[in-house]
């Protein structure tokens, strides 16, 4: 909702802001890098070549592969790299003194949930580490290399994953996830609280299952005033957007519970554009309640299949897990459905998720599968396997489209003051505060912010 947790919202918007301020500094970094990295290119393909040429590989049709296991690789082969967008190293291996395997991470904490790490199967299940532990470690359907795994190569950008780990340090508990608009690609992926990922195999699996260092980004979460977004798409789509007098207050028949503001605000006479600027549960929940009467009794058939158009009560597959969102009103009951057009009740969605519907907002509509990988490169420097973007069989309509990004610039410009003139121009926007959360005797808001940016041109959604 507008007003609560803006500062915090500012100071990672500013972060942002300054990252692209210095792209010609940042380039220029970034440039001298990679001719270095170039020059050690070149000197490690003659020591790669030296290697290779002694290497073993073992075709799938050879009776031998089937007594070599994954587990094996393990301990003979040196386990591959992982790589930012840029060739920045985020994750390798080396000998100790004892000539045993160890796996270096250059920045422990601020990748942890992205990468995972390699102990145990009950952490890491959400990391690269994990995903990719064959192709790391040297297994492939063509074959089996038994001297050293493939190199994986994230879509994460390691200047922006810093600066937003850092800006984001105070938070207590949360995530902040920034996608490429246009292909689903992650630039970045920060969750609270974090961990370190050279901390012990006893320590890792402890940790990980403890419920508190779950990736936040792709954790089921009650979405709040974000929602709206949906339910404005679902409501433009069916021609359901009568302009109305928001009193702050929302009555109903039927026994339906009255709907109030956000502090009980008045907004005046409200269409679909005003609603979003200035959050109206008043028109939101009317809208629905219209929606679902349309047909002379109560009906929540449309307004659920809407949604579900949407991707809600499905599951997108990622290459680093399952996002999941539920909407749970196919026994809801009418104060339930009510309550959902903003965000409340049995709804769940996840921020990674919300990057994927703001992008197709954004955008010309298409919702991508959000991707961590771009690809796995052999120790030979071959392409092993790429990542092409996909496209999820949801999507936003042109009319919904238009409606939705004016209410989202207003709200940006006019209600959160994120806009920032001169530099990424108008932006489109959304907060949302979610039911208090009772944890012993504290009580607290799930807040979110969910966004995508320059409106001129949108490259980057960012949910947080």
Partial sequence: MP???????????????????TSEVTNMIILTRLSFLMFLAVLGVIAVTAVTMHEQTIPTQSPEYQNIAVSDLESTNTRGTIFDCNGV???RSYLDEQGGQKRDYPYPEAFSHLLGTTYGTSFGNHGIEAYY?????????????????????????ADIQQAIYSAAASIDEGGVVVTDCNTGAVIAMVSFPTYDLTVSAEEANALYLTSEYVNKCMRQLTPGSVFKLLSACVLI???????????GVAEFEDGVEPIRNYESGENGQCDVVRAIERSSNVWFSTSVWNLCNRGGSFSAGTYIAGLQKLGMN???????????????????????????????????????Y???????????????????????VSPKGKTVKETEPIALEYSVSEAAREEVRKGMIAAADKTYGLTYKGQFG???????????????????????????????????AVTA
């Avoid at 007003?3 to 301020?21: A, C, D, H, P």
């Avoid at 932006?427 to 001129?456: L, V």
Wanted: glycine share 8%.
């Fill in 426 to 460: 108008e932006i489109y926007a959304k907060t949302g505060t979610a039911e208090i959360i009772k944890e012993g005797e504290k009580e607290r808001n799930n807040k979110w912010i969910t966004m995508a940016f320059p409106a001129s041109d949108p490259q980057f």
């Fill in 3 to 21: 007003g609560k947790g803006t500062k915090k919202v500012r100071r990672l918007f500013s972060i942002m802001r300054n990252v692209t301020e």
């Fill in 354 to 376: 919300m990057n994927c519907l703001v992008s197709a907002i954004a955008t010309d509509g298409t919702m991508y599968t959000p991707y961590f990988v771009s690809k796995t």
């Fill in 133 to 157: 532990h064959s192709d790391l470690v040297g297994s492939r359907k063509d074959n089996i290399r038994k001297s050293e795994g493939d190199s994986v190569y994230s879509t994460v950008n």
């Fill in 237 to 247: 789509d069916n021609d359901c957007t009568d302009e109305m007098y928001d009193t």
């Fill in 89 to 91: 190293v985020l994750a």
């Fill in 314 to 352: 499905d599951k997108i597959i990622t290459q680093l897990g399952t996002l999941h969102q539920d909407h749970n009103m196919s026994h809801a009951d009418k104060n339930e459905v009510v309550q959902s057009s903003f965000g409340q009740g049995g709804l769940m969605v996840t921020p990674l």
